[in-house]
């Protein structure tokens, strides 16, 4: 499984941006998948998960209410959609797929948000 996340950037305090996890390979095996950040000199810390027929979700309680994350099994692509953002919300965002089988994680490659004050 491979994935590959798209959409970061800088915003201003109470903007909003979406970013995109597209998944390609085996994606038919992933149970879960997840966004993820970590700022600098911080832990990465889960932000969101999402099963695969999208039926659950889970939120970090700093994003409840203004974050929504989402997927296209159609597409292979997964969304979260932030909005209300604020700066403590600046880091490199991961996303993940789980495969429950095989026990495996996979990670993107990361993507910066920035926003400023």
């Known amino acids: 499984v491979q994935l590959v996340e798209s959409g970061g950037g800088l915003v201003q305090a109470g903007g909003s941006l979406r970013l995109s996890c597209a998944a390609s390979g085996s994606t038919f095996s992933i149970n879960r998948m997840g966004w993820y950040r970590q700022g600098s000199g911080e832990q990465r810390e889960l932000v969101a998960r999402?099963?695969?027929?999208?039926?659950?979700?889970n939120y970090a309680d700093s994003v409840k209410g203004r974050f929504t994350i989402s997927r296209d099994n159609a597409k292979n692509t997964m969304y979260l959609q932030m909005n209300s953002l604020k700066p403590e919300d600046t880091a490199v965002y991961y996303c993940?797929?789980?495969?429950?089988?095989?026990?495996?994680?996979?990670w993107g490659q990361g993507i910066q948000v920035t926003v400023s004050s």
């Open positions: 999402i099963t695969s027929g999208g039926g659950s979700t």
């Open positions: 993940n797929a789980v495969i429950y089988r095989i026990g495996v994680t996979y």
